[in-house]
């Protein structure tokens, strides 16, 4: 009877330690992410156009028939909008924006620690 239980801790074991590589598999998917090359007033610039040149309507669709011909037109209007001024002018306002908002945050900042030194 002990030689059995021997036997099967020892398999146990033999398993075990062949497993172990097989679930230590790498996780490049999870290494850190770099920096965004794009602003966040470009990001939200272009989404606008996304959305405007009918690409994200395309996108959502599931009818492929209707999908190809509606995507090249979303397509070359998506471009035409990234190419125009007012992709240019949708960054400045963005950008505006979000300089506004830390404006805001830094002066709320400096209000809170004006208040506690009194």
């Known amino acids: ?3 059995a239980k021997t036997l099967i801790a020892s398999a146990l074991v033999a398993l075990t330690a062949v497993a172990a590589p097989a679930f230590a598999q790498s996780y490049s998917h999870l ?10 007033a470009e990001v939200l610039a272009d989404l606008e156009i996304y959305r405007e ?13 209707l999908n190809a011909n509606q995507r090249a037109k979303a397509e070359a209007r998506y471009a035409e909008l990234k190419a125009s001024p007012k992709y240019a002018a949708l960054i400045q306002r963005f950008a505006a924006q979000e300089a506004a908002k830390t404006a805001k945050a830094t002066a709320g ?5 004006a208040v506690s030194a009194r």
């Open 1 to 3: 009877m002990n030689t």
């Open 31 to 40: 290494d850190p992410i770099t920096a965004s090359q794009k602003t966040r």
């Open 53 to 65: 040149s009918g690409l994200a309507a395309v996108d959502r669709t599931e009818d492929f028939s």
């Open 109 to 113: 900042e400096a209000d809170a620690a």
